[in-house]
């Protein structure tokens, strides 16, 4: 039997949804898995505490695999804790309607104008919001082009949201908070610029700027990919069928800027931080938990390890990650207010070493060139303009070098998923075949690597070391002589 309303008695008493059928709130694009192991939780936990109509309306953009699960089980889907003691399943009642973009536009257009809903969340990664990453403003290609000057049906993130908010204002709908939980730098920043140029672009500015905000958060809990064994463990735990069941690790932390005009749930009852300024908590995260989880996936993988938990079992590399973190990163960054860097870095290669969460070293690997500025070329500027010759990260960026020649240390194949992988292979192909060759052709991509680096001699002498040393011996050696 599948889940639904109907079946929720057979699931055992300590995993069923503390609400059921919520009356809608928000709107949510990007019905993905980490938006159900993460907003989907922590919005479910604040109306079970506190009350408020703030039910969920999930806009799956493209795939329609998800929607139609969820449609099937009336909204409900459960999320698997893993952990090494073993795991814990809930059965998640936020939602409150599901949506595919691709197929019916016009109902998201809608929902958005809706007076009842107050607060618009999106996790849709960078590619969605089409940006140019030299200029973080918006692509105007031709499809973009088309949602802004005729009136089909919007078929871009960017132009759902400006023809919600065009018929929003029409309706004269109230004001609204619209909420990026993507893992970017100032994401809140970065959709205020966004929808700032849409509205210029079509003269609704003045009323965006009066009626919407764009609260910037740090979201941070691993949701490794759904597997055919995490389906099972989930029927197994519930006793019905669930197609739409995410695993994640039990941990989970949710920073938001408090700035919702038309009211939000109570998630600090959830668990959450609300804040003035959720900036240092996501420096914080980009730099001593992404840019060590780079750092292993990198690593890891070249070595020949599948997962993130076993690349932390090759020999020195912890050692190493924690030089990283206190030697590197800790003297770059301000934390927040009554945290300790290291012993956050510390808290991450816990979590990280789960041997229950079977995250790819792959998967993280996936989109470097996109990834590496924020999560470690940050912490090279910060170490090179103080003087310092930052060895660790710069450990991470030939990594990264080593791993985009696509082979392991034994031999096989790696892939590279990437953006820039066209521009990669074309500049490692004219290069000379050795580190210092290798390291020139990857330094002059300008949309990774700023000028003050790309033309730093002893950064490109410490890269030119890591990379012979990766080459000639592989990743293990290297590590057991570094560490």
Known sequence: MELNRATLDRVPTESRPRITAPAPGIVHLGLGAFHRAHQAVFTEDAMAAAGGDWGIVGVAPRSPQIADAMRAQDGLFSVVSLAAAGSSTRVIGSSAGQLLAAADPNAVVKWLADPAIRVVTLTVTEKAYRLDPATGRLLLDDELRADLETDRPPRTIPGLLLRGLCA???????????????????????????????????????????????????????????TDALLTAAATALGVRDRAAVGAEPYSAWII???????????????????????????????????????????GAVAGRSTIADALEIPGLHAVLRRLIAEDITPGLTPPSGVDTIAYGDEAL??????????????????????LPQRVLHTIKARRDAGAVPRWAALVVAAWMRYVQ?????????????????????????????????????LSLDTVFTPDLADD???????????????????????????
């Not at 300024?277 to 060590?292: C, H, I, S």
């Not at 001699?457 to 990743?475: C, F, M, N, Q, S």
Request: net charge negative.
């Open 457 to 483: 001699p002893e950064l490109r002498t410490t890269l030119i070391d890591w990379l012979t040393a990766l080459e000639k011996h592989g990743v293990e050696p290297t590590l057991a002589g570094a560490a």
């Open 406 to 442: 696509g082979v392991t240390d034994d031999g096989r194949s790696l892939p590279l998923d990437d953006p820039l992988a066209d521009r990669i292979r074309a500049r490692l192909a004219d290069a000379p075949a050795t580190p210092e060759g290798v390291v020139d052709a990857l």
């Open 168 to 226: 929003r204002r029409r309706a004269d709908a109230g004001p609204i908070a619209l909420v990026s939980c993507d893992n970017l730098p100032s994401n809140g920043h970065r959709l205020r610029g966004l929808v700032d140029q849409l509205a210029t672009a079509t003269a609704i500015a003045p009323w965006v700027r009066a009626n919407a905000s764009f609260p910037g958060t740090m979201v941070d809990r691993i949701v490794p990919a759904t």
């Open 350 to 371: 816990a979590r990280f070493a789960n041997p229950a969460i079977v995250h790819r070293t792959v998967q993280v690997a996936m989109d470097g060139s996109q990834k």
């Open 257 to 299: 800027e408090d700035a919702f005009p038309g009211g939000r749930p109570a998630w600090e009852q959830a668990g959450a931080v609300l804040t003035d300024d959720p900036r240092p908590w996501e420096t914080l995260k980009l730099r001593a938990l992404n840019g060590v989880h780079s750092a292993i996936a990198y690593l």
